[in-house]
């Protein structure tokens, strides 16, 4: 069976509450789809394009508490050091347990700041766990306007 | 045109916007979060009034199934009957009457209403692939998965179109694990109830 939704490129995967549920977001033929995984039921959605008034993003504190999280760890495995064997083989161990966290905080310090983005409509206003970093607003944005301007027509056009 | 107005997901601080503006970066006064905005034309349209339903003016009018005093206007798409404004529900492409909209949700056959799905073929594979992995609880779980494949091979599947894959790479699993697991089993009962094992016993 073919489906009508494709994911979107570029946005990610994310967590929702509880944070077992992964979360990705598909277009559909008229609306965004969201759906939330959680093992072997999904749960549906639906953001009608036409409805879609703003999307607005607030800037939150998830990169500094990630970053002091990796951090933490890069540091507390620094307290191999102290181990009364040869410093050879203290480096290889330290690198083979901090490598993961490295990689975190560089990766958590090139993506730039994290926040939670929110798609208005005239009733509700859904919060999109996908994407997480500020960053990818824009290609998001980007995504929507082409979605939403055939939906949507122009302000004069719509008060005349 | 009055400005239009947005609220701080955080605090709820209202903000007025306006008319035109299509971005907008800036911190909450009230809570201080940074907001980054974008706006869309719908947040400047005019908030539309509804359409009441009419009253009949005389009997040759047609009316609505549901409101026989109110004139209608459309045929529903699902069931062929007349309906009032008020009755007619836009879905899409289609105006359904609330009677369709209530079956076609209880039945799961307007798929823009679904709000959940179980994914059969995810159970019939994890079925399968544990009863390989568990061999001595091969012989429940690799039935069990053989049994959710062919009952739910008509079942409705994840709205993001997972085709039948699943469920035959589940049968063949679950045969696979029934074979190693009776194999295992039978090797078993060989070695232990072997007439040599018995007799070398004192």
């Known amino acids: 069976m073919k489906s009508q939704y494709k994911p979107i490129k570029g946005i990610g995967t994310g967590r929702g509450r509880p944070a077992a549920i992964r979360v990705r977001l598909y277009e559909g033929p008229d609306h965004l789809l969201l759906v939330y995984s959680a093992g072997y039921t999904e749960d549906y959605k639906r953001v009608f394009y036409r409805d879609i008034r703003y999307a607005i993003a607030r800037k939150d504190r998830g990169q500094v508490w990630q970053g002091i999280l990796s951090g933490c760890c890069i540091l507390a495995a620094c307290l191999l050091f102290l181990m009364p064997v040869p410093w050879m083989v203290t480096a290889i161990l330290w690198l083979i347990i901090s490598l993961p966290f490295l990689f975190h905080f560089a990766g958590n310090l090139f993506l730039g700041p994290t926040c939670r983005i929110y798609l208005n409509t005239d009733v509700q206003t859904v919060e999109l766990p996908v994407p997480r970093r500020l960053g990818r607003l824009p290609k998001l944005v980007a995504f929507l306007n082409t979605k939403i301007s055939p939906e949507q027509p122009k302000v004069e056009q719509a008060v005349t | ?202």
């Not at chain 2, 309906?83 to 209530?102: F, K, R």
Request: charged share 15%; proline share 7%; net charge positive.
């Open chain 2, 1 to 202: 045109m009055p400005d239009a107005t947005f609220a701080c997901p955080k605090c709820k601080t209202a903000f007025s916007v306006e008319p035109g503006a299509d971005h907008l970066a800036s911190k909450c006064p009230t809570c201080a979060s940074f907001l980054d905005v974008y706006f869309f034309p719908a947040f400047f349209r005019p908030p539309q009034p509804g359409v009441a339903p009419t009253a009949l003016a005389d009997h040759t009018e047609a009316s609505c199934f549901y409101h026989p005093q109110k004139q209608a206007v459309r045929v529903c798409d699902g069931c062929g009957r007349l309906v009032c404004s008020l009755c007619s529900i836009e879905l899409g492409t289609d105006h359904l009457c609330p009677n369709c909209i209530s079956a076609g949700k209880k039945k799961g056959k307007i798929i823009t209403l679904e709000g959940s799905r179980t994914r059969y073929d995810s159970i019939a594979m994890s079925l399968a692939v544990f009863g390989l992995l568990i061999y001595f609880l091969g012989i429940i779980l690799a039935p069990a998965a053989i049994y959710v494949s062919i009952r739910h091979w008509n079942s409705p599947g994840s709205l993001l179109g997972v085709s039948k894959t699943r469920f035959v790479i589940a049968i063949i699993l679950g045969v696979l694990g029934l074979v190693v697991s009776f194999s295992i089993m039978l090797g078993l009962g060989v070695v232990m109830f072997h007439p040599s094992r018995s007799t070398s016993t004192p």
